[in-house]
């Protein structure tokens, strides 16, 4: 079993309870154990607070690796904005003294030192690192293979980019998640502009829908086109804006596209045998009916 | 080496350097304090120590006080230390009785805002200085002898400017091509900005002249093997590669009448084996015994042996003239020359790495270089230019420019490739001359049209009807059923996203040093900058130069300039390596190490540490000592640092020197 600190985030446990249970599940059935991290607060989320101060964004980011620290396991979570923060500010102060001798004045009061101890990981890079998991791992653990499903891949914007403060190599077009999900029985399908953002990170949601949504429904438009049945994704955010997005849509645009949207988490769920109640897929604002019809 | 022991008299001067110096450091105090050291006799300071009044205070403190030795604390070796070893000698002393000591680069530039601390480090680099001045000795610099030849590495437009301009000068010179021909990149251009020239009409005189000057000796189809010895005498090991075919004159010298390659063509019109053309990207045929283009100098037949399949149907085609040998093996041939210049050139930046605009995954996504060979009425679809997916003429074509260049994201290069803008706009101009009707787009982040008339240029381009739009393309789609792409981009101007559905991409792709020159560049002891080109000696004061006495740059192979910059580069380069071969003879410095025979145990050890093949072994009195050819020793010291028995004694770099060094700056000055 490889242990790790597992950092939840705020959407995924608020509106997709399914997500997370399904990650702890999931993980336990290919060698992973995720173990509660306990007093962690927002990552701090990366468009809202490190558009207003970084320094907030620091410490608070630095904060949650200090309790995973203590307990000395690394970091596994489930969201690319969590994965931004969490991940980018623990190699930032690995590297910068003047960085984190700042943040470690802050946590002081709070009688906590960010030392630089552990690493962070996103929960499907570790399904896909053979030393940890691996492709062929997930497809071993599949009871109930997704059959004759074509699923469009959202990677998100920040899992992947900056590209020089990452460690995959390609962000252009990636196919690793496209592996993932064929070891789950579904054939992925490429669609056009894959890598164009879900439209809802970096504050732009909350700050002028209307275009956040245009970004959205671009992407829905060429997932549509290529005959996706769902779409997958590996960040609850992207997750709500395609989800809840779509309802959006149909009230601003009128335009109805009833594409089930679900995390890399449930599907894996639903392939090792997890029942949609299980999954909390009834929590989803657009209904996977349609989707789970092909698969039960 | 051991003279008259005589108590040192040591005169330290401090310069202000304006106000580089005295604005950080207290320079008042400063020479106070050196007045106070070991051995000093005088201690002054002044605005410029550089100038003629400040040299003129070496000369007359010399004179006046008797002094054996000069320390000056200003700014760096590199740039005055001969200033003040002219000035020291003009005073009477040996000029190797002088030592600078940096507080200027190493200290009040970095310590800007820390004058106490700069002005105790200025403190301490005057006490170290003097200690070694008290134990400083006179040397002599040696002279040898310089070969009347040189070399130049590479045969594009830089290298066929510095041969030609070495060869008038009534210097042999020897130029060596990997490539079957010369011309390198310039070849391969159909014209040139901002006149419009016919790129191969106005290289193809000087391609003809360096291959009949009588003072060059052209090696096509050869690598340099190994480097071997020193300005003045390197030994050059050339690899000829097999070409498989002979030339007129290597068949005279095997004794065959008349024979030899005279270009005519009928190998290849016989030759069954077809492969893609690497001079046209491989975008038209050629068999597998070929030459890149009609203008080729020499004009010698090549046979690609891993393609070859011997059949012999050549051998037959070629008849009387004998000139194809089938089983060709490379040779080596080493020669001696004074100086050399390298001009290696550069390739392309693999932009299929930027994976977002789609070159190698899209058919119409071609390369800068790839256009000028389907525009050129030399290329593979004699000038018409044509989309690769269905050889329909292309109505509206985009250029991305700064593709791969001016790029932080880790994947492309830092700098600008500096050449692209202009040529995008040739190209731009290019298809609106020849399609009538055919809209080119340009996505530029700045227009660079540095170089004389470039701007006119630029302004003519726009007023022909280019469309520019100011932003770096984000990605590039195709349409899966015309085959047409969409450009996405987002105007900076009217902050506003950009989608254009056009026929064909062009990429201005970055350039990068030319695929494994590493070798090469570090056979002559050349360095290189972050980026890989090769670094001058210094970037405005001498850029042709190198930090390896004798090797001389000329071109992209030291950073990307343009054909006007290059030709220039190599008129210099000439020039330089030409002041050598001609004065006859270079001044060694006489840093070399020295060989104490008393000590020596002639155990070899040294021999194999030496990084400059200096050392060896000598029968002396009847038994074997290390000798120094000194002409080779840099001065580096490896050898001194690891001979067991310390016998080799290390000139101007002398143990006790250092000791007194270490001393000075642990003990404060007590020894």
């Known amino acids: ?296 | 080496m051991a003279e008259e022991k005589k108590q040192p008299r040591i005169g330290v001067f401090v310069c202000h350097c304006g106000t580089n110096i005295a604005g950080t450091i207290d320079v008042e105090s400063v020479k106070d304090y050196a007045a106070t050291l070991p051995n000093v006799i005088v201690a002054d300071d002044y605005q410029y120590m550089c100038s003629t009044p400040g040299q003129a205070k070496i000369i007359d403190a010399i004179k006046d006080h008797d002094l054996t030795g000069i320390v000056v604390a200003a700014c760096t070796p590199r740039l005055h230390e001969p200033t003040f070893r002219t000035a020291t000698k003009e005073g009477g002393l040996n000029p190797f009785r002088f030592e600078m000591a940096n507080i200027r680069d190493q200290n009040s530039w970095v310590h800007m805002h820390d004058p106490e601390g700069a002005t105790a480090k200025a403190k301490d680099a005057i006490r170290i200085a003097a200690a070694k001045a008290s134990l400083l000795e006179d040397l002599y610099p040696k002279s040898v002898p310089v070969e009347h030849a040189a070399m130049v590495v590479g045969a594009g437009v830089g290298g066929i400017q510095a041969a030609l301009d070495l060869a008038n000068a009534g210097i042999k010179t020897y130029l060596v091509e990997k490539n079957p021909t010369v011309g390198g990149r310039m070849s391969q251009l159909d014209k040139t900005f901002p006149t419009l020239d016919c790129s191969q009409c106005i290289l193809t005189p000087k391609m003809v002249d360096v291959g009949r000057h009588p003072n060059i000796e052209l090696h096509t189809y050869t690598e340099v093997e190994s480097v071997d010895g020193y300005i003045g005498n390197f030994d050059i090991t050339l690899r000829k590669k097999a070409r498989g075919v002979m030339s007129q004159d290597e068949a005279t010298a095997k004794g065959i009448v008349g024979g030899g390659c005279n270009g005519c063509g009928d190998c290849a019109a016989a030759c069954p084996v077809i492969k893609p053309n690497p001079f046209e990207f491989g975008m038209a045929p050629r068999k597998a015994i070929y030459i890149f283009h009609p203008q080729v100098v020499p004009l010698v037949y090549t046979i690609d042996f891993d393609a070859c399949v011997k059949c012999g149907l050549c051998v037959e085609a070629c008849g009387e003239k004998k000139a194809i040998d089938l089983e060709m093996t490379d040779t080596f041939e080493t020669v001696k020359v004074g100086t050399v210049i390298l001009s290696t050139g550069y390739d392309m930046f693999e932009i299929e790495k930027k994976r977002e605009w789609g070159y190698k995954q899209f058919d119409n996504v071609i390369t800068s270089l790839e256009f000028e060979r389907l525009i050129c009425a030399s290329g593979p679809t004699g000038g018409h230019l044509i989309r690769p997916s269905d050889g329909e003429t292309p109505m509206k074509v985009a250029f991305v420019l700064c593709a791969g260049s001016r790029d932080n994201t880790g994947v492309g290069k830092p700098y600008c490739s500096r050449f692209c803008c202009m040529y995008s706009l040739k190209h731009a101009h290019q298809i609106m001359e020849k399609i009538p009707g055919c809209q080119p787009y340009i996505f530029y982040m700045d227009i660079r049209s540095f170089g004389k008339m470039y701007e006119e240029f630029y302004y003519r381009i726009q007023n022909e009807g280019a469309k520019f739009i100011r932003g770096r393309v984000a990605n590039v789609l195709e349409d899966a059923k015309t085959k047409n792409l969409h450009v996405y981009a987002e105007d900076t101007l009217l902050g506003r996203p950009v989608d254009l559905e056009v026929d064909m991409v062009v990429l201005a792709a970055a350039v990068q040093p030319t695929e494994n020159i590493d070798p090469v560049r570090k056979m002559f002891g050349v360095s290189c900058s972050q980026d890989g080109w090769m670094l001058e000696a210094h970037p405005k004061l001498n850029p042709c130069g190198t930090t390896t006495a004798g090797v001389f740059l000329a071109g992209v192979c030291q950073g990307p300039k343009d054909i006007p910059d290059t030709v220039a580069q190599a008129e210099g380069a000439a020039s330089a390596a030409s002041i050598p071969i001609h004065t006859g003879k270079v001044e060694l410095e006489p840093y070399f190490a020295q060989c104490l025979e008393e000590k020596c145990a002639g155990c070899g050890m040294c021999i194999s540490q030496c990084p400059y093949s200096a050392l060896d072994l000598i029968e002396k009195d009847g038994k074997q000592v290390m000798h120094v050819t000194e002409a080779k020793c840099k001065g580096c010291g490896t050898c001194g640092g690891f001979c067991p028995g310390g016998a080799i004694y290390m000139q101007h770099f002398t143990t006790p020197q250092i000791v007194a060094q270490i001393d000075a700056f642990l003990l404060g000055g007590e020894q």
């Open chain 1, 1 to 296: 079993m490889h242990e790790y600190a597992f950092f939840l985030g705020c959407i995924a446990p608020n509106r997709y309870p399914g997500c997370e249970a399904a990650a702890i599940r999931t993980s336990r059935n290919v060698g992973i154990e995720l173990l509660p991290l306990k007093g962690a607060s927002c990552c701090p989320a990366p468009g809202a607070f490190g558009a207003v101060d970084l320094r907030v964004w620091y410490a608070m980011a630095a904060r949650n690796i200090c309790l995973a620290e203590e307990m000395n396991r690394d970091i596994a979570l489930i969201c690319n904005g969590c994965y931004k923060s969490i991940y980018e500010v623990n190699e930032r102060l690995k590297e910068d003294d003047e960085l984190r001798d700042e943040a470690n004045e802050v946590l002081a009061e709070i009688d906590m030192e960010f030392k630089g101890s552990i690493d962070v990981y996103h929960l499907a890079e570790l399904y896909y690192d053979p030393k940890v998991c691996g492709v062929e791992k997930i497809r071993e653990s599949v009871v109930r293979p997704l059959d004759n499903t074509k699923i469009a891949v959202h990677y998100g914007c920040h899992l992947l980019k900056p590209l020089k403060e990452r460690r995959f190599d390609d962000s252009e077009n990636p196919m690793w998640i496209e592996a993932l999900v064929e070891a789950v029985g579904a054939e992925p399908v490429q669609y056009r502009n894959k890598m164009q953002c879900c439209g809802a990170g970096g504050g732009v949601r909350g700050f002028d829908l209307a275009h956040s949504l245009d970004i959205t429904n671009e992407k829905l438009i060429n997932i549509n086109e290529a005959g996706a049945d769902a779409l997958t994704e590996v960040c609850p955010f992207c997750q709500l804006q395609f989800d809840r997005g779509q309802i959006e849509i149909k009230e601003k645009f009128g335009i109805e596209w009833g594409i089930p949207v679900l995390h890399y988490n449930e599907l894996l769920g639903l392939a090792q045998g997890m029942s949609p109640q299980e999954l909390a897929l009834d929590l989803h604002a657009i209904d996977c009916k349609p989707f789970l019809d092909k698969v039960l």
